[in-house]
């Protein structure tokens, strides 16, 4: 069957560095991506990788390792705003959207 | 950049009523758009999957003749929560794809359901 696999929640502290981590087993692969979904509200596109290696906008970062079925997405210089779920969602062979649970994302100060 | 709109953002309604939730993509035509269903805590669930023209495609343990979808134009599709019940509370979101392949999914606000 088809997986994806983040952890459930993770706390970082302002001002710092946080690594999200995503492993995938899907039928097929054709690009995976990243949101940010706070409490309440739908779902926001944060970025893409469908190439091995590091894609970089801004504070975020995201890496994908195609032949280990491994992601990342950095969140840095970290601010209270980012609290919120950060969903990892792979494209399969077939175009279907695979969903991870999310991982929740609490900022302390 | 690519935007969804979804109407109502949130309803409340009486058990046994009938909800029509709107999607629309206002500055790009989807031939595609996702239905997605989220409880608390939980995540996206995917529904259906909304064709323009054609039939939608619904995921195993949806009700299609519950959850009635309609995708008449490139840039609207609906669905339509008949006789609701309090289970059916949720928060419901749609999405749509300008293409494939790189192209993201872009969603709508979501709209919050509660059935009394």
């Known amino acids: 069957g088809q997986n994806i696999d983040q952890p459930t929640e993770m706390t970082a502290t302002e001002g710092a560095i946080v690594q999200i981590n995503c492993t995938y087993q899907?039928?097929?692969?054709?690009?995976l991506f990243w949101y940010q979904q706070h409490a309440g509200e739908a779902p926001t596109f944060l970025s893409y990788?469908?190439l091995d290696g590091l894609e970089e906008k801004g504070r975020f970062s995201s890496f994908l390792s195609r032949s280990k079925g491994y992601s990342y997405l950095l969140l840095k210089e970290l601010q209270m705003k980012d609290s919120a779920s950060y969903l990892c969602?792979?494209?399969?062979?077939?175009?279907?959207?695979?969903w991870g649970a999310g991982t929740k994302l609490i900022i302390k100060p | 950049g690519a935007v969804v709109s979804q109407h109502p953002s949130r309803v409340i309604c009486k058990s046994g009523t009938s909800v029509k939730i709107e999607c629309r993509s206002l500055?790009?035509?989807?031939?595609?758009m996702f239905w997605y269903r989220q409880f608390p805590k939980q995540s996206l669930m995917l529904m259906a999957t909304?064709?323009?023209?054609?039939?939608?495609?619904?995921e195993q343990g949806v009700e299609k003749d519950k959850f009635l979808i309609n995708h008449a134009s490139l840039t609207l599709s609906t669905l339509t929560v008949t006789s609701a019940h309090p289970e059916d509370s949720s928060f419901y979101i749609c999405?749509?794809?300008?293409?494939?392949?790189?192209?993201?999914?872009?969603f709508g606000n979501g709209t919050r359901l509660t059935v009394t």
């Open positions: 999405s749509a794809s300008s293409g494939t392949g790189s192209s993201p999914l872009h």
């Open positions: 500055d790009f035509q989807a031939t595609t």
């Open positions: 909304s064709n323009e023209g054609s039939k939608a495609t619904y």
């Open positions: 899907t039928s097929g692969f054709n690009g």
């Open positions: 990788n469908v």
């Open positions: 969602a792979v494209r399969d062979s077939n175009y279907q959207l695979i």
